[in-house]
């Protein structure tokens, strides 16, 4: 009896100690086949987030307006810092942008700035005639 049992409990043991049986359906995970589809798969992948990099520095570039509000240009200050110029309304606004917070730095009531015109101008140079600093005329 107790030899029976003794049996019975080794026999899960031998079954795992044979070797499986190779499978020949596996392909070779270095073949140019499998090294090709890789390539093709990473390539994808890499183009993908190019492709969304690409699109949300386009949207985020692009001037936001709304409700009366229109972003006529931006000045970059420093690495994080900018000066914008808002319009709301018949006002336009400069303000200092930082991580963290905004700033007004000078209140213009009348627009100093037409937009249309300011496309075809440089905002520095713009900037620095409303601020009455003189500048290039």
């Not at 049992?5 to 079954?15: C, E, N, S």
């Amino acid at each position: 009896m107790m030899r029976r049992l003794m049996v019975l409990a080794l026999l899960p043991l031998t079954a795992m100690a044979e070797a499986p049986p190779a499978r020949a359906d596996l392909p070779d995970p270095l073949s140019w086949g499998s090294l090709v589809q890789l390539g093709l798969g990473l390539t994808l992948v890499v183009g993908l987030i190019l492709l969304l990099g690409w699109l949300v520095r386009r949207v985020n570039g692009t001037t936001a307006s709304g409700q009366g509000m229109k972003v006529l240009a931006a000045l970059p200050l420093g690495q994080r810092e900018r000066a914008v110029l808002v319009q709301v309304g018949q006002e336009q606004l400069l303000l200092g942008v930082a991580p963290g917070r905004v700033s007004l730095i000078k209140h213009f009531d009348a627009p100093v700035v037409d937009s249309e015109a300011l496309r075809g101008a440089a905002f520095a140079d713009r900037l620095q005639q409303a601020l009455g600093r003189g500048g290039p005329q």
